[in-house]
């Protein structure tokens, strides 16, 4: 990818409760989060200004750190507030924010029960996940080669760096072939999500979707349910097999980063860009938008 590597950005990082310089937010090589995974993150974006679901993201953030058997030691909200504190610092804002948590350096082994917990909030300016002239076209996918584990494997609902580790892989093989993503089914078999963004199909202006039993029910994948249905459209959970991907009209992909994209391929399997698409991509924005002020506000 062009551009600066993200380490050599300017502006502060948030860490352990202080604000460090860019290049200073640096941790051990023997950090326990590094070498064993027990790393937890969050990804998020400001509009206009304000973190969208800021709250809900750092409830999943101290959730998954839960999972992972940690605590993070602030509250929602001093984590809540130093979002807020970074934004600012960064004078950022339309922007991406990235919370991560990870088990430090006391003890290198499995085991790592009195390591201290880390936490630290990164926030820089980036733009639509695919390129806006793929996004309207559609992007395409492949079907990824690894697959979603089953909950008894690994604790699918933490937004936990470990779980990434197919997710790249499988992204990487995806772009060689010169698609976007890869689709990733679960377990059994079933159509689970991409590798970094929930899925949506369509058919006779109806939305199906996977049940989220075995990958993150994303914040995003919650609010655009929640438009769709507002538009008195129905929108079916349930399991989806890779059999019923020839029936489908319509197919998008839904995650902070990637919003909502309409997918025009799943592995040589063709999908329209409809209405339905693209009124909920207009009704996220919207969403996702803080209120206009008012004339009479911006008049006084
Ligand atoms: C694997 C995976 N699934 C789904 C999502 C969508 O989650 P959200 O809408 O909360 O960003 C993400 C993005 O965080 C993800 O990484």
Redesign the pocket.
């Known amino acids: 990818m062009a551009g600066k590597p993200f380490d050599q950005l300017s502006g502060d990082i948030w860490y352990d409760g202080t604000f460090v310089p860019w290049s200073d937010a640096k941790l051990h090589v023997l950090s326990h989060g590094l070498h064993y995974g027990s790393s937890v993150f969050e ?1 998020e974006r400001a509009y206009g200004g304000r973190i969208f679901k800021s709250e809900e993201h750092t409830e999943r953030l101290l959730a998954s750190a839960g999972m992972l058997g940690f605590d993070i030691p602030w509250t929602a909200e001093q984590i809540n507030a130093a979002k807020e504190e970074t934004l600012a610092r960064m004078n950022l804002v339309d922007a991406y924010i990235r919370p991560v948590a990870w088990r430090g350096s006391e003890m290198m082994g499995i085991s790592a029960q009195k390591n201290t917990i880390h936490l630290a909030i990164a926030a820089w300016e980036w733009p639509s996940y695919f390129a806006p002239e793929e996004r309207l076209k559609g992007i395409r996918l492949d079907m990824a080669d690894y697959r979603r584990p089953d909950p008894q494997t690994a604790p699918y609902k933490a ?1 936990a760096a470990g779980l990434y580790m197919i ?1 790249t892989i499988s992204k990487h093989a995806a772009e060689s072939k010169g698609y976007a993503d890869a689709l990733m089914l679960d377990w059994r078999g079933q159509i689970a ?1 991409a ?4 899925v949506f199909f369509i058919k006779d202006g109806k939305i199906h979707t996977p049940t989220p039993d075995c ?2 029910d ?4 919650r609010t655009v349910i929640g438009l769709a249905r507002d538009r008195g459209i129905e929108v079916i959970e349930r399991s989806i097999l890779p059999d019923e991907l020839s029936d489908f009209e319509q197919c998008f992909v ?4 990637a919003e909502v994209t309409p997918v025009s391929e799943i592995a040589g399997h063709q999908f329209q860009v409809g209405d339905i698409i693209k009124n909920l991509m207009e009704d996220y924005d919207t969403a996702v938008r803080p209120e206009a002020p008012s004339l009479k506000a911006v008049a006084g």
Do not use: H, M
Not at 195 to 198: H, K, P, S
Not at 254 to 257: D, E, Q, S, V
């Open positions: 990804g937004k997710c999500e590798t970094g963004a929930n990958f993150l994303g914040i995003t994948r839904t995650g902070t980063a």
